[in-house]
């Protein structure tokens, strides 16, 4: 797929925060001076369209700066806005590189079931086979029979080895299991899924310090990423989940998935902003190839609703 042509699905991924700003601002903006008053009124719009207080009020002092200068249309705003956003975003792009030595690179995947975890790890898995790279997937999420057996469908679909183990199963053996296997046959990356019950957040907590313990006895920089997989209809509950995440597994970098026009896509601005935690990459569908690298202007002109892939 072309950039112009992801733009445009990403574009229809962030509508309805673009169309939030839209209905937001209309009326606000007109020839006249800005005030103030309307100025308080364009940085509530801003937060009411999910972009945070933080960013509102940088696109506030932004337009106060510019007001005796320009002639202020919706379109202008918008275009400040779409500045301003990739001013926050651009510092934590960055990409899920390979870089581990010894291999494997070991992914640990944490995420809310119904986040979109198990096929995102797929999507993963994908990106890394086609820039040749050698993919091991590890079943860990031992609580859900349904997740284990949706991993193995996707293995098998893009064509790569995976480890499982029964239900209820240790999910640190299958890890250990993994290494040994990747350590054995060369495999440059392991990718592993991992439990998402939040609401038993100790036991989960407890889970994922056995699984580090076990990574640790056989490689003490492991686990190199810990990726967390954020579903983008939820909104603010989004940054809840960074926040609880962040103390149970230490995580190091993010995914943002579901952009299908349903999206309050403002929460990755917000994100970016309070906890500027890396952005890896963001997924707009179900396909293989609905998952690329993070692009922060992309996604600051999405989400302001400005027309054209140019960064």
């Given at each position: 797929?072309?950039?112009?042509?992801?733009?445009?699905?990403?574009?229809?991924?962030?509508?309805?925060?673009?169309?939030?700003?839209?209905?937001?601002?209309?009326?606000?903006?007109?020839?006249?001076?800005?005030?103030?008053?309307?100025?308080?009124?364009?940085e509530e719009a801003l937060i009411a369209s999910d972009l945070g207080p933080e960013t509102a009020a940088k696109v506030r002092a932004r337009l106060a700066e510019e007001r005796f200068e320009i002639d202020l249309t919706e379109a202008r705003v918008r275009a400040i806005v779409a500045e301003e956003l990739e001013k926050i975003l651009a510092p934590v792009a960055l990409p899920l590189e390979i870089e581990a030595f010894p291999r494997p690179q070991v992914i640990l995947v944490v995420g809310v079931n119904g986040s979109g975890k198990t096929t995102t790890i797929a999507k993963l898995a994908h990106l890394f086979l086609e820039q040749d790279y050698g993919v091991l997937l590890a079943a860990g999420d031992t609580f859900r029979a349904a997740a284990i057996e949706q991993l193995k469908v996707w293995a098998d679909r893009i064509g790569v080895p995976i480890i499982t183990g029964p239900e209820g199963g240790d999910p640190s053996a299958i890890v250990f299991d993994g290494v040994k296997k990747a350590t054995a046959e060369g495999i440059d990356v392991l990718i592993v899924d991992t439990?998402?019950?939040?609401?038993?957040?100790?036991?989960?907590?407890?889970?994922?310090?056995?699984?580090?313990?076990?990574?640790?006895?056989?490689?003490?920089?492991?686990?190199?990423?810990?990726?967390?997989?954020?579903?983008?209809?939820?909104?603010?509950?989004?940054l809840g989940q960074i926040e609880v995440f962040k103390e149970v597994a230490g995580v190091t970098g993010l995914v943002m998935t579901k952009l299908d026009g349903t999206a309050r896509g403002g929460v990755l601005v917000a994100a970016a902003e309070r906890y500027g935690i890396p952005i890896h990459a963001i997924g707009i569908g179900e396909g293989i190839d609905d998952l690329r690298p993070f692009n922060p202007g992309h996604a600051a002109r999405a989400i302001?609703?400005?027309?054209?892939?140019?960064?």
């Open positions: 797929m072309s950039d112009a042509g992801w733009f445009d699905r990403l574009s229809a991924g962030f509508r309805k925060t673009s169309d939030r700003l839209g209905d937001n601002l209309a009326g606000l903006i007109t020839k006249a001076q800005l005030d103030e008053r309307v100025l308080d009124q364009i439990a998402g019950r939040l609401q038993n957040k100790k036991g989960l907590m407890d889970e994922l310090a056995k699984i580090r313990r076990v990574l640790g006895r056989l490689n003490p920089a492991a686990p190199h990423d810990v990726v967390l997989v954020l579903d983008a209809t939820t909104g603010q509950n989004a302001a609703g400005v027309s054209g892939a140019a960064s």
